[in-house]
T-cell receptor, first 111, second 116 residues
Framework: KAGVTQTPRYLIKTRGQQVTLSCSPI?????VSWYQQTPGQGLQFLFE???????NKGNFPGRFSGRQFSNSRSEMNVSTLELGDSALYLC??????????FGPGTRLLVL | AQTVTQSQPEMSVQEAETVTLSCTYD???????LFWYKQPPSRQMILVIR??????QNATENRFSVNFQKAAKSFSLKISDSQLGDTAMYFC?????????????FGQGTTLQVKP
């Protein structure tokens, strides 16, 4: 089976712009979780989707949003980008609830 | 609130030797899962090993094994016969198994360098 894929792998944006990141889970996995990784804050949970429904959300502002499609692919969107949004964004998929498999991540740089 | 603590920011070990990475966690739940993930310089997060809290037997995966002490809320990772490819940052993670949260709580990570 192919692993979790994320696109794009690298992205440079300027403050105030918005960005959309995509995640395709492992075939058969219906749960997709998103994380933000920064040197200062470490790995922080953004949200989780299962069967097109957001089941859980982390402590991030409303500028961070996501959705999941019927084929389990997921997107996350960040509007009005700030310098502090520069990070590695990781998505992970799971079949059974507890074991998550990660994609290679999207590195976002906000200038 | 559930927390995960890794008290060793950096560690090093000689190739072929054994090293143990420490992790403690705090939870009031009885149903949960614990994981170790490895993140090499490529930044790809790789699952190393998982442990179900209800299992008393420590999990093992080839050269990787854990020492799960439930009462002490401790979950250490032992790497035997260390290899250069084990050089990476290692994260301990917790998931509450009592609800469908899809949320992993990570420690701050331990950077492990394996020296030739």
């Amino acid at each position: 089976k192919a692993g979790v894929t994320q696109t794009p792998r690298y992205l440079i944006k300027t403050r105030g712009q918005q960005v959309t990141l995509s995640c395709s889970p492992i075939s058969g996995h219906r749960s997709v979780s998103w994380y933000q990784q920064t040197p200062g804050q470490g790995l922080q949970f953004l949200f989780e989707y299962f069967s097109e429904t957001q089941r859980n959300k982390g402590n991030f502002p409303g500028r961070f949003s996501g959705r999941q499609f019927s084929n389990s692919r997921s997107e996350m969107n960040v509007s009005t980008l700030e310098l502090g949004d520069s990070a590695l964004y990781l998505c992970a998929s799971s079949f059974a609830q507890e074991t998550q498999y990660f994609g290679p991540g999207t590195r976002l740089l906000v200038l | 609130a559930q927390t995960v603590t890794q008290s060793q920011p950096e560690m090093s070990v000689q190739e072929a030797e054994t090293v143990t990475l420490s992790c403690t966690y705090d939870t009031s739940e009885s149903n949960y899962y614990l994981f170790w993930y490895k993140q090499p310089p490529s930044r790809q997060m790789i699952l190393v090993i998982r442990q179900e809290a209800y299992k008393q037997q420590n999990a093992t995966e080839n050269r990787f094994s854990v020492n799960f002490q439930k009462a002490a809320k401790s979950f250490s990772l032992k790497i035997s016969d260390s290899q250069l490819g084990d050089t990476a940052m290692y994260f301990c993670a917790f998931m509450d198994g009592s609800s469908n949260t899809g949320k992993l709580i990570f420690g701050q990570g331990t950077t492990l360098q394996v020296k030739p």
